[in-house]
């Protein structure tokens, strides 16, 4: 093959991107390209408001932002008081009850640290992350 | 006696090596011929030593893209849609990168890029390391996961030497090609 190295490095980039595309579609329902959460891990407003009383609310903000306005009823639980908050939230816990963690919007990471430490180090099942987060619920929560 | 005369010249002629072309590679005696089927031996173990690692770690990222996705975004250097077309891609470009060094096709491209993702995963890793942050680089799936940083350093530098060494190696065999 004689080719100059360019041509041979874009043509092996090219052959790479069928199989790639492929895979994409393979795990289309396990991975969403959105945010780094799995779509079997998240809910929307309007799931979790059907959940009513068996869902318990976690604030996954910082503490200024909980102080500021929350959803009501939501638990702080945040990483920079994780050890004072756990024993909080705990407490308010009761087995069978689905947890819904929100951060500050689409974009932040808070609310999937929060629920993936809530299932590492708690071993809690049934933690969901809210889709869009208090944005999305400030948007919602009069319809 | 003129054809013999004739015939010897003609052999001498054969046996008087190329001016463009080096020594080395049109071997005379049975010795430099061996030496040079030795070297010739060595470097196609290299690469597939080298192409070897890449399957295994091309394969590894290739059955978990999620996993993979996540370490990428670990990183904090990407968005995560980025993160996420990155897992799917980069393992299959590395399987093929790797099975162009088993088949030498389209070779000098395949070296170049890997050693441009080493070199890429290099500075990310060295970036990552200086930032504070605590996390597994991905490179080969769960089996690096606690790897420490320069153990990540050395093998990512072992690999980069031996594909630098390959590429230097193509690069000089396809001028001198050129050449003649």
Same mark, same amino acid.
């Given at each position: 093959m004689k080719s100059s190295l360019v041509a041979q490095a874009v043509i092996l980039a090219a052959f790479a991107l069928l199989p790639a595309a492929g895979e994409a579609i393979y795990f289309r329902d396990k991975i969403s390209w959105r945010s780094a959460i799995a779509p079997s891990e998240m809910v929307t407003v309007e799931q979790a408001r059907e959940w009513g009383n068996t869902a318990i609310w976690v604030d996954a903000r910082p503490d200024d932002d909980f102080a500021n306005d929350h959803v009501p009823g939501a638990i702080s639980l945040n990483e920079d008081r994780w050890n004072e908050l756990l024993p909080q939230f705990l407490a308010a816990w009761t087995p069978g009850k689905k947890t819904v963690v929100y951060c500050s919007s689409l974009s932040c990471n808070a609310s999937r640290e929060v629920a993936h430490r809530l299932r590492k180090d708690a071993q809690l099942s049934d933690v969901?992350?809210?889709?869009g987060g208090w944005e999305a619920w400030l948007k919602k929560k009069n319809r | 006696m003129a054809q013999e005369k004739e015939q010897m010249k003609e052999t001498s002629n054969a046996q008087r090596p190329t001016p463009n072309v080096e020594r080395s590679e049109h071997p005379t005696s049975g010795v430099e011929r061996s030496a040079l089927n030795v070297g010739r031996f060595l470097w196609r173990i290299l690469d597939f030593v080298v192409a070897g690692i890449f399957i295994y770690a091309g394969v590894l990222k290739a059955i978990d893209?999620?996993?993979? #996705?996540?370490d990428i975004d670990n990183y904090k250097l990407l968005p995560w849609p980025v993160s996420v077309a990155i897992a799917f891609y980069l393992p299959w470009l590395e399987i093929f990168c790797a099975l162009g060094l088993v088949f030498r096709f389209l070779y000098r491209g395949a070296l170049s890029i890997l050693s441009a993702s080493i070199v890429v995963f290099t500075l990310a890793t060295i970036a #990552?390391? #200086?930032?504070g942050l605590d996390i597994t680089c991905g490179c080969f799936g769960h089996a690096s996961q606690h790897w420490s940083f320069p153990a990540h350093l050395a093998t990512n530098l072992g690999i980069l030497a031996g594909l %630098? #060494? %390959?590429l230097f190696k193509a690069t000089r065999r396809n001028r001198l090609q050129n050449s003649v």
């Amino acid at each position: 093959m004689k080719s100059s190295l360019v041509a041979q490095a874009v043509i092996l980039a090219a052959f790479a991107l069928l199989p790639a595309a492929g895979e994409a579609i393979y795990f289309r329902d396990k991975i969403s390209w959105r945010s780094a959460i799995a779509p079997s891990e998240m809910v929307t407003v309007e799931q979790a408001r059907e959940w009513g009383n068996t869902a318990i609310w976690v604030d996954a903000r910082p503490d200024d932002d909980f102080a500021n306005d929350h959803v009501p009823g939501a638990i702080s639980l945040n990483e920079d008081r994780w050890n004072e908050l756990l024993p909080q939230f705990l407490a308010a816990w009761t087995p069978g009850k689905k947890t819904v963690v929100y951060c500050s919007s689409l974009s932040c990471n808070a609310s999937r640290e929060v629920a993936h430490r809530l299932r590492k180090d708690a071993q809690l099942s049934d933690v969901f992350v809210l889709e869009g987060g208090w944005e999305a619920w400030l948007k919602k929560k009069n319809r | 006696m003129a054809q013999e005369k004739e015939q010897m010249k003609e052999t001498s002629n054969a046996q008087r090596p190329t001016p463009n072309v080096e020594r080395s590679e049109h071997p005379t005696s049975g010795v430099e011929r061996s030496a040079l089927n030795v070297g010739r031996f060595l470097w196609r173990i290299l690469d597939f030593v080298v192409a070897g690692i890449f399957i295994y770690a091309g394969v590894l990222k290739a059955i978990d893209p999620v996993q993979f #996705a996540s370490d990428i975004d670990n990183y904090k250097l990407l968005p995560w849609p980025v993160s996420v077309a990155i897992a799917f891609y980069l393992p299959w470009l590395e399987i093929f990168c790797a099975l162009g060094l088993v088949f030498r096709f389209l070779y000098r491209g395949a070296l170049s890029i890997l050693s441009a993702s080493i070199v890429v995963f290099t500075l990310a890793t060295i970036a #990552a390391k #200086a930032r504070g942050l605590d996390i597994t680089c991905g490179c080969f799936g769960h089996a690096s996961q606690h790897w420490s940083f320069p153990a990540h350093l050395a093998t990512n530098l072992g690999i980069l030497a031996g594909l %630098l #060494a %390959l590429l230097f190696k193509a690069t000089r065999r396809n001028r001198l090609q050129n050449s003649v």
